[in-house]
């Protein structure tokens, strides 16, 4: 049967962590499948690479902790070379330790001017200005009244005029 | 730097086989811990600080030599065809080595690990090969328990597979 197959616990964790009954029952499988032979034989050398390959070992060279500070001094010297040709980043705090005496005067002449101002700039307005304020506002209506006066002057001129023409030449005709 | 060079050297040696490929690993791994030693909070050993920054260095740099064209197992040396036909003799799990046949072994391991992708490789050698504890694995990757035991469970396939085509080849089997 397919589910008897044994794949999947050879894959789920490292051989070495399988019981003795998961043995017993990979052996009574692979006994009879030899699909499942040759994927536990596959899995079992893989194991003995992994573990061969794990304990390699590598020691230091004599000269690796010299090699080391050098590249450390090196990398210092970068680092510090970019630091100090990298332009300052704008920020909005810099700008404001800057400038903080200069902005805030400035506001204090604003809010000093603005209340005197208020205090001792406030306009006098005597009673009977209304009236005059009305006249001065009927003059403008009237002054603009006046275009229409001169028109009209301007019709009875060419009215008259019109009249004048109109004797002169029946006078001729008669 | 003398007190963790045996550590940092255990976790390149892992990742990388050439000594010179090692060494350079390890050279990264200080020189990215100098730079970044403010990030150490002191809440664990430094120790296992610079264990998780030698393994997050070495996967980057595994992975940065994996953008080449991905590797293929071809025709093995004689002595590594023959490990793989000793191998069959004996099955059972744990069996002692001879220093020649652990190296051709670690050889051999190579070659399969570099068909596979760095993740794979470092589950494998992590879990498998050093049989370090999930947890421990997760602490060093910085990945979660769960993505260590998915990528072992998808690794170990992806290996015995590979493993698989080789016993055929060894045993003029595949055709």
């Known amino acids: 049967m397919k589910d008897d197959h044994i794949i999947k616990l050879i894959e789920e964790r490292p051989l070495s962590k399988l019981s003795a009954t998961e043995i017993e029952r990979i052996n009574a499988h692979t006994a009879q499948c030899a699909e499942c032979l040759l994927g536990f034989e596959a899995a079992i050398v893989s194991h003995r690479l992994l573990k061969e390959r794990a304990s390699a070992t590598v020691e230091p060279s004599p000269f690796f902790r010299t090699r080391v500070m050098a590249a450390v001094r090196e990398r210092g010297r970068q680092g510090g070379r970019e630091r100090s040709s990298a332009p300052e980043p704008f920020g909005f705090w810099k700008m404001w330790q800057a400038a903080r005496f200069l902005i805030a005067s400035m506001a204090a002449v604003v809010v000093t001017l603005t209340l005197l101002t208020l205090l001792t700039g406030r306009p006098q307005t005597p009673s009977g200005d209304h009236n005059s304020a009305s006249s001065s506002s009927v003059d403008l209506v009237f002054e603009d009244d006046s275009p229409a006066i001169d028109e009209l002057n301007y019709i009875q001129v060419f009215t008259n005029l019109y009249d004048q023409e109109a004797e002169g030449a029946d006078g001729n005709q008669q | ?175």
């Open chain 2, 1 to 175: 730097m003398r007190r963790y060079s045996p550590r940092v050297f255990q976790v390149a040696g892992r990742f990388f086989r050439q000594r010179s490929d090692v060494e350079d690993a390890a050279q990264e791994v200080f020189l990215r811990a100098y730079t970044r030693l403010a990030d150490y909070e002191g809440r664990g050993s430094l120790e296992g600080w610079l264990t998780r920054v030698a393994t997050t260095t070495c996967l980057n740099l595994l992975r940065d030599s994996k953008r080449r064209p991905e590797a293929t197992l071809t025709d093995l040396p004689e002595e590594e065809g023959d490990w793989l036909e000793n191998q069959l003799a004996d099955l059972s799990i744990e069996r002692h080595l001879t220093k020649e046949s652990s190296l051709v072994a670690a050889d051999l391991a190579d070659r399969v690990l570099a068909t596979l992708s760095p993740d794979d490789r470092l589950a494998l050698i992590l879990l498998d090969g050093a049989e370090i504890p999930i947890r421990e694995v997760a602490e060093m990757t910085g990945w979660s328990e769960s993505k260590v035991k998915t990528q072992a469970f998808r690794a170990r396939r992806r290996m015995r597979e590979a493993v698989e085509k080789l016993l055929r080849r060894a045993n003029g089997k595949e055709k």
